[in-house]
Nanobody
Framework: QVQLVESGGGLVQPGGSLRLSCAASGSIFSINVMGWYRQAPGKQRELVAAITSVGTTNYADSVKGRFTISRDNAKNTVYLQMNSLKPEDTAVYYC????????????WGQGTQVTVSS
């Protein structure tokens, strides 16, 4: 079992920055990929960024050049640095951890609200 604890959400003005953190505990050695998803009102949940156990990253086109996903393996923590925030970034952001062994399963954090507004 994997537990995910998120922090760092809040209210920020357009052009501002936030850093989200997600700390994993439990069966952490089984995690293949961690990432951040978001869900805005009336829209489907979408992948924002992901990072593999070897450091490979990928991003949604809408956040490329503005967001950076990183990890601290010693702390079992993944971060999402969000710069140049736009109102359309407003959403609930969810941390995700994907386990592939012994069975494929996604674990989710509780979600943290990010609101970008002037």
């Amino acid at each position: 079992q994997v537990q995910l604890v998120e922090s760092g959400g809040g209210l920020v003005q357009p052009g501002g920055s936030l850093r989200l953190s997600c700390a994993a505990s439990g069966s952490i050695f089984s995690i293949n990929v961690m990432g951040w998803y978001r869900q805005a009102p009336g829209k489907q949940r979408e992948l924002v960024a992901a990072i593999t156990s070897v450091g490979t990253t990928n991003y949604a086109d809408s956040v490329k050049g503005r967001f950076t996903i990183s990890r601290d393996n010693a702390k079992n923590t993944v971060y999402l640095q969000m710069n140049s925030l736009k109102p359309e970034d407003t959403a609930v952001y969810y941390c995700n951890a994907r386990v592939t062994m012994p069975d494929e399963y996604d674990y989710w954090g509780q979600g943290t609200q990010v609101t970008v507004s002037s």
